[in-house]
């Protein structure tokens, strides 16, 4: 597609469920970002990806967060035992390898864990 | 790593009066520096960038940012601000892999 796409735009989960979240990139984009941005706050950086390069989990913040980027493209992001304050809008973002790229985003997925 | 710090957590200024949202970043290498913007219900839009060269960069709706490297800065200014303005701003860095970090954000509030 001609943007960043992410899925589901809206979950709802109850407080224990496991949840994964979508995104594809721009076509031919390396980079791929996930963000995190909680009501009223700022962009909580979470994980990136760069080609075939390890990737930069410093910002996961605890080890239910995982993601993975299958074939260089698209890329999961997976929250197990979810709790309440994991309810956020998880922004994924792409842009080409390379200092300087701009990083496009996509409308992002919001998540309520009830 | 990098790290962005926006000292104002919302700003508030009359329509067409001028405006400078702050932004310093922490980072040991030439930086690539970005402005965005995030109006009500919207995605996340790019506003402008420095990467080399002149260190007043120009950005779209009339917005320019200046990197000053002594003072480790990269505010964005506008010289008339219109209703339309309203929304938050962010300011990021990108290290030389383009990993990008980003501030917490300016909440732009604009008065009649």
């Known amino acids: 597609g001609a943007g960043v796409s992410q899925s589901p735009s809206n979950k709802v989960t109850e407080k224990g469920k496991d949840v994964e979240l979508r995104c594809d990139p721009i076509s031919g984009h390396t980079a791929l970002y996930w963000y995190r941005q909680s009501l009223g706050q700022g962009l909580e950086f979470l994980i990136y990806?760069?080609?075939?390069?390890?990737?930069?989990k410093s910002g996961l913040p605890s080890d239910r967060f995982s993601a993975e980027r299958t074939g260089g493209s698209v890329s999961t992001l997976t929250i197990q035992r979810t709790q309440q304050e994991d309810s956020a809008v998880y922004l994924c973002?792409?842009?080409?390898?390379?200092?300087?790229?701009?990083?496009?985003f996509g409308e992002g997925s919001w998540l309520t864990v009830v | 790593a990098q790290s962005v710090t926006q000292p104002d957590i919302h700003i508030t200024v009359s329509e067409g009066a001028s405006l400078e949202l702050r932004c310093n970043y922490s980072y040991g290498a030439t930086p690539y520096l970005f402005w965005y913007v995030q109006s009500p219900g919207q995605g996340l839009q790019l506003l402008l960038k420095y990467f080399s060269g002149d260190t007043l960069v120009q950005g779209i709706k009339g917005f320019e940012a200046e990197f000053k490297r002594s003072q480790s800065s990269f505010n964005l200014r506008k010289p008339s601000v219109h209703w339309s303005d309203a929304a938050e701003y962010f300011c990021?860095?990108?290290?030389?892999?383009?990993?990008?970090?980003f501030g917490a954000g300016t909440r732009l509030t604009v008065k009649p």
């Open positions: 973002a792409s842009s080409l390898g390379g200092a300087g790229n701009t990083i496009y």
């Open positions: 990021a860095v990108g290290a030389g892999n383009n990993d990008m970090r």
């Open positions: 990806f760069q080609g075939n390069s390890a990737p930069d």
